[in-house]
Nanobody
Framework: QVQLVESGGGLVQAGGSLRLSCAASGRTLSNYAMGWFRQAPGKEREFVATIRWSGFITYYADSVKGRFTISRDNAKNMVYLQMNSLKPEDTAVYYC???????????????WGQGTQVTVSS
């Protein structure tokens, strides 16, 4: 069993930046794709970004493409989401999640963290 713990959320003004981190413990992230998802109040959870085990292949939701960057450090069992040019509509609880690498574009993912709140003020 793996435990995923997100951190780095907070309150930021529109146009600002935040970097989210996801720490995995219990098991390594070997051969697993990792993704970030978010859920805004009153809305369903939505996909944000994903990165394959190799770290070289990524995929983003259109709404964040060009503003967010997902990365990972497999040696440290860490996954990151750098968020730039934040908008009020990015306000949500952000979750990291894990799935088998060959299912990286199939949702939902298997294992989830508890989430971290990101609030962007206008």
């Amino acid at each position: 069993q793996v435990q995923l713990v997100e951190s780095g959320g907070g309150l930021v003004q529109a146009g600002g930046s935040l970097r989210l981190s996801c720490a995995a413990s219990g098991r390594t992230l070997s051969n697993y794709a990792m993704g970030w998802f978010r859920q805004a109040p009153g809305k369903e959870r939505e996909f944000v970004a994903t990165i394959r085990w190799s770290g070289f292949i990524t995929y983003y939701a259109d709404s964040v493409k060009g503003r967010f960057t997902i990365s990972r450090d497999n040696a440290k069992n860490m996954v990151y989401l750098q968020m730039n040019s934040l908008k009020p509509e990015d306000t949500a609880v952000y979750y990291c999640a894990r799935t088998d690498d060959n299912r990286w574009l199939r949702f939902p993912y298997d294992d989830w963290g508890q989430g971290t709140q990101v609030t962007v003020s206008s």
